[in-house]
């Protein structure tokens, strides 16, 4: 039915619609809407409904108590707390909302009346959509505002963080951040590598015995970048966190995935959740803050590396000074000498010393000794060991005896894990006659003029291995012309290659032979040369010492 205005109406009409198009505020176009229909049409109950997140709600009622603002909109519960009428906002098909009224105390509405509502609802509806679409952009300008916030605040952190040379002023930094944002006042970060001291920054809870727990530290591995507490499965990790309170929490993970710590919030004030924003916020910032961690560790290893390696060339500088600075000339001998450590700091030690005496014949102690282990705790044995026999040479009537009492100062002063092999000939070069005692050291070569050749054998525990009273035995041997003696450490014998092949014994012998009239110099270099051509590529495990001493034909 067709219904046409009058002036009055028409008037009233227009009035409505400049009130309703004034403002973009949804609540104060819906209360003015309601006014004018309840005022108009002189009823006691009406309700309007709008559609808000995908659903019909209640936005206003009016002598309606059992209606309630903000529950879901049913129309037969609305036809039941008192509303007659039930009117759409807009198009019947697609209605932006709903208006209900009860009756009018002039009775059932007019013609006139009902067309004055429907023409006011079709105006009220463009205004919904208005304030709808305002709103939107308002929500989006919000979020967009907080986005840039978020960069801005990321940005400032990514900054500081680049300049934090230190694990503890990443966590300061990244903490800082966190809780100003919303205002936290209860946390906890751990954070961890292994050689290198927690990370640990609390406050309102005590999680550091975390990082031991391995049930714990699993837990963290399978969970999301972001997550509530309430949201985790079922667990030791759960349980631990819900018992210090936590709301929310955030794993700390390496490059390769492993979990190096996590990130631990308490509740924001006033009861406000962290929602997913928030979360993806915050797991944004400590992957950030897991780069900048594992910088500085990086940082710190290479500090403590360069460290190291400065004290080590220290101790090389210091240990190649142990050494004799050159060979002692000896007439009717040659000697030559070549040491090469696996590592910077090595274990070998070699030394040609002048007996003390009382005056008959020059004698000379030849030594070369191998101590347990390498590097720099190998190096530090080996002063022990060359201290030891200055202090004992010449005080002993035999070398035996000078073995034994090295024996007993090496045991006294070192740990039961560490001992030294060595290599001890006492030689008499005027005669050539020589005393050989071997503490536990690798079979040395003696090469004959004639090319047989003689292997000399241990007769004695190592030194510093086992306490006093176990004896060492002597071996008479003399050095005719032409004879060459080879002392070396087992890590000429035991070089090996690629397929895990020793050098040898029978290698060694075979180029002393060979050798026999080249002078002692080159015979080392040739032995030296023969290792490198044998191992190839393969590294060198084992320090290498070799001390040749030939009579001259």
């Known amino acids: 039915m067709t219904t046409s205005l009058g002036a009055t109406q028409l008037e009233a009409l227009l009035e409505s619609a400049q009130l309703l198009h004034a403002s973009l505020d949804l609540d104060a176009l819906l209360r003015h809407l309601l006014r004018s229909v309840m005022g108009r049409l002189l009823v006691s109950r009406a309700l309007i409904a709008v559609r808000r997140d995908g659903e019909m709600r209640i936005a206003l009622a009016r002598g309606l108590p059992q209606v309630t603002p903000g529950a879901g909109f049913d129309e037969e519960a609305a036809r039941a707390a008192g509303i007659e009428i039930v009117l759409p906002i807009g198009e019947d098909a697609a209605p932006v909302g709903f208006l209900g009224i009860g009756s009018s105390s002039r009775g059932a509405l007019s013609d006139d009346e009902m067309g004055f509502v429907r023409a006011l609802l079709g105006l009220a509806a463009s205004g919904i959509q208005n304030a709808h679409a305002h709103a939107e952009a308002r929500q989006l300008n919000r979020d967009l505002d907080q986005k840039v916030q978020d960069l801005r605040t990321l940005l400032d952190m990514v900054r500081g963080l680049t300049a934090a040379l230190e694990a503890d002023e990443v966590a300061r930094l990244l903490m800082l951040t966190l809780t100003g944002r919303w205002m936290v006042r209860r946390y906890a970060l751990v954070a961890w590598k292994d050689g290198h001291p927690p990370v640990l920054r609390q406050k309102g809870m005590d999680l550091g015995g975390m990082a031991a727990d391995e049930s714990a530290i699993a837990g963290l591995g399978a969970a999301a970048d972001g997550v509530t507490v309430a949201r985790l499965p079922a667990g030791a990790l759960k ?120 005056g008959g014949d020059e004698r000379l102690l030849l030594c070369v000794a191998d101590v347990s282990g390498k590097g720099l705790p190998a190096s530090l044995l080996m002063s022990n060991m060359q201290a030891t026999l200055r202090a004992l040479l010449g005080r002993f009537a035999s070398l035996a005896d000078l073995a034994a009492h090295a024996n007993d100062l090496l045991y006294a002063t070192t740990s039961a894990s560490k001992y030294v092999t060595a290599a001890l000939l006492e030689l008499v ?125």
């Open 429 to 553: 070069p005027a005669s050539g006659a020589a005393t050989y005692v071997s503490a536990g050291h690798t079979d040395c070569l003696l090469l004959r003029a004639s090319g047989e050749a003689e292997w000399l054998d241990s007769t004695g525990t190592p030194l510093g291995l086992l306490p006093s009273g176990l004896p060492y035995g002597e071996r008479r041997i003399g050095l005719a012309p032409g004879d060459c003696l080879a002392l070396f450490s087992d890590g000429v014998t035991e070089a090996q290659n690629r397929a895990d092949e020793e050098f040898g014994e029978e290698r060694l012998a075979e180029i002393v032979r060979s050798s026999a009239d080249a002078p002692a110099e080159t015979i080392v270099a040739r032995i030296f040369d023969a290792i490198d051509a044998f191992a190839g590529d393969a590294p060198q495990f084992d320090d290498i010492t070799l001390l040749v001493i030939k009579r001259q034909g």
């Open 239 to 358: 349980v631990r966190l819900a018992a210090a309170e936590a709301e929310a929490m955030f794993p700390i993970r390496a490059g390769g995935g492993g979990v190096r710590g996590f990130v631990a919030l308490g509740p924001r004030p006033g009861q406000l959740a962290f929602d997913a924003a928030d979360l993806d916020f915050g797991a944004g910032l400590v992957a950030q803050a897991a780069v900048a961690f594992e910088n500085a560790w990086h940082f710190r290893e290479t500090l403590d590396k360069k460290k190291l390696e400065r004290e080590l060339e220290l101790a090389a500088s210091i240990q190649s000074n142990l050494f004799p600075a050159e060979l002692p000339r000896v007439a009717g001998y040659e000697l030559a000498v070549r040491n090469r450590p696996a590592r910077q700091c090595g274990g070998d030690y070699y030394d040609v010393l002048p007996v003390p005496g009382d």
